[in-house]
């Protein structure tokens, strides 16, 4: 039942993506609090939407161009850590959900390609309101169909793959999520470089690390 | 909005901004978002163009392909709204159409794509990081991102009915690329900020190994020094950094 429950949520994620208003309920960091809680862990699902949307950072549908799929990716995420609870579950939940991403994002070409054949073109012929009604619905649908299927084949072959090769994983929490967070941040730096590395953004960025130096000493 | 021509009712403009929030709904390889345009467009066509005729008429010129922001596509739709109730010639009209797609693209990309959405987000992990529970962080991340955002496409809207074919006059007034650089500083901060937060305060607390952290810092300088192309090699090493462990336990 939660496997169905979450191949409805990878539909609706998918289509808050891009076909639909664009809340950005289809970011890691959200899509991967709404499982955990749907699971019953959503602070697991925080903390691997935080890690995924830290490599996802620079991965914004910017064009049209083709993106990884944040929010199935953490769906999937958390599927494979809830039914491998430990370092090893982690682990294997952000590299699956990496991976699982990006062929999402790959269907996404596909379901873009489909709705060309049905969209009413001008040069083929006169564009009656129907029509473009049955277009709207035709890539509403294709759009939450890939979602749900991506998200639930994602869920099946994570519950079958994670717990055998998560018991196998060496490591501890702590140096599993440090090297992830370390794939992570090369995202943050991606980004400061986009905002230039000019002296007012070194100086604001800087002042950002004595802020949150201070704040997080601070705070605790 | 203005006086010249009729505005319109209320009821007709929440339709458009509602049925804008798919633009993309049929997004495609061939017209773009040219039939979402098109469906977003249709209440306003309907109430300004009684004659069958210049209804069909008009309909096939928006069902042409067509691309912006999706966000601010909204601002394109009140200029061509505003066109259709002035008149405009189909020729006009056209040409709009495909010379105002990428400005608002690039616009817009830049605004929301590359400033706001990574603001909002990189501020929701540091309030995560600082403690605040799972339903808060994303809670102020969907209340503060959204009301941004949903602000933009209704005064994009406004904007866009305003100004009419003089939209590019009214965006150089508007200000937009002075609050992208605006957010853009912000983010700066934003991503110093996390990285005290996450890389530094655990290290100096002894919770994170120094040999870690000086990787964290590595990899985060490697990333601002080689830019977006290493962005994908470092997740997909991430993934066969995993896989090696669990094949033949490296690194153990």
């Known amino acids: 039942?939660?496997?169905?429950?979450?191949?409805?949520?990878?539909?609706?994620?998918?289509?808050?993506?891009?076909?639909?208003?664009?809340?950005?309920?289809?970011?890691?960091?959200?899509?991967?609090?709404?499982?955990?809680?749907?699971?019953?862990?959503?602070?697991?699902?925080?903390?691997?939407?935080?890690?995924?949307?830290?490599?996802?950072?620079?991965?914004?549908?910017a064009g049209g161009g083709r993106m990884p799929d944040g929010g199935i990716a953490a769906v999937v995420a958390l599927a494979a850590a809830a039914a491998a609870p430990g370092a090893g579950g982690l682990a294997l939940g952000v590299a699956g959900g990496l991976v699982w991403g990006d062929w999402a994002g790959r269907g996404q070409e596909w379901v873009r390609s489909w709705n060309a054949t049905h969209v009413p073109l001008p040069d083929r012929g006169p564009v009656s309101p129907a029509a473009v009604h049955r277009s709207i619905v035709l890539g509403l649908l294709a759009e939450a169909g890939r979602g749900v299927v991506f998200t639930g084949a994602g869920v099946l072959l994570a519950r079958a793959v994670a717990p055998p090769l998560a018991a196998t994983w060496p490591l501890s929490q702590d140096p599993t999520l440090a090297l992830l967070l370390l794939g992570g941040l090369v995202s943050v730096g991606v980004v400061f470089r986009g905002r230039g590395l000019g002296v007012r953004a070194s100086v604001l960025f800087g002042a950002g690390v004595v802020l949150g130096l201070v704040a997080g000493w601070t705070a605790t | 909005m203005d006086g010249d021509v009729t505005p319109l009712p209320g009821s007709v403009v929440a339709r458009v901004l509602a049925r804008s929030l798919l633009v993309q709904a049929a997004w495609n390889y061939t017209s773009l978002q040219g039939v979402g345009a098109a469906f977003a467009m249709l209440p306003a066509l309907d109430y300004l163009h009684r004659d069958p005729e210049a209804f069909g008429e008009a309909l096939q010129r928006h069902a042409e392909p067509f691309n912006a922001h999706p966000y601010l596509s909204s601002l394109a739709l009140g200029s061509f709204c505003r066109m259709e109730a002035e008149g405009e010639s189909d020729d006009r009209i056209r040409r709009f159409r495909t010379a105002v797609g990428g400005p608002l693209g690039a616009l817009g990309d830049r605004l929301v794509w590359a400033a706001w959405l990574p603001l909002c987000t990189v501020v929701a992990v540091c309030l995560y990081l600082a403690g605040l529970g799972p339903l808060w962080t994303v809670l102020a991340f969907l209340v503060v991102y959204n009301t941004g955002h949903l602000a933009l496409r209704v005064w994009g809207f406004r904007e866009g009915w305003e100004a009419g074919i003089g939209l590019a006059v009214r965006l150089r007034s508007a200000h937009l690329a002075n609050l992208s650089r605006s957010v853009e500083r912000w983010l700066v901060?934003?991503?110093?900020?996390?990285?005290?937060?996450?890389?530094?305060?655990?290290?100096?607390?002894?919770?994170?190994?120094?040999?870690?952290?000086?990787?964290?810092?590595?990899?985060?300088?490697?990333?601002?020094?080689?830019?977006?192309?290493?962005?994908?090699?470092?997740?997909?090493?991430?993934?066969?950094?995993?896989?090696?462990?669990?094949?033949?336990?490296?690194?153990?």
């Open chain 1, 1 to 61: 039942m939660t496997a169905l429950a979450l191949a409805v949520l990878g539909g609706l994620v998918a289509l808050d993506g891009a076909a639909l208003i664009q809340t950005m309920v289809s970011r890691p960091l959200v899509a991967g609090t709404l499982a955990g809680a749907v699971l019953g862990d959503a602070a697991l699902g925080l903390q691997i939407g935080a890690i995924l949307e830290l490599f996802l950072l620079v991965g914004v549908p």
């Open chain 2, 189 to 252: 901060g934003a991503l110093g900020f996390l990285v005290g937060l996450a890389i530094l305060v655990p290290t100096l607390r002894g919770e994170l190994p120094v040999p870690w952290a000086s990787a964290a810092v590595i990899v985060t300088a490697l990333g601002a020094i080689l830019g977006p192309r290493v962005w994908r090699p470092t997740a997909a090493a991430t993934v066969i950094a995993v896989a090696s462990i669990l094949t033949f336990g490296f690194f153990v």
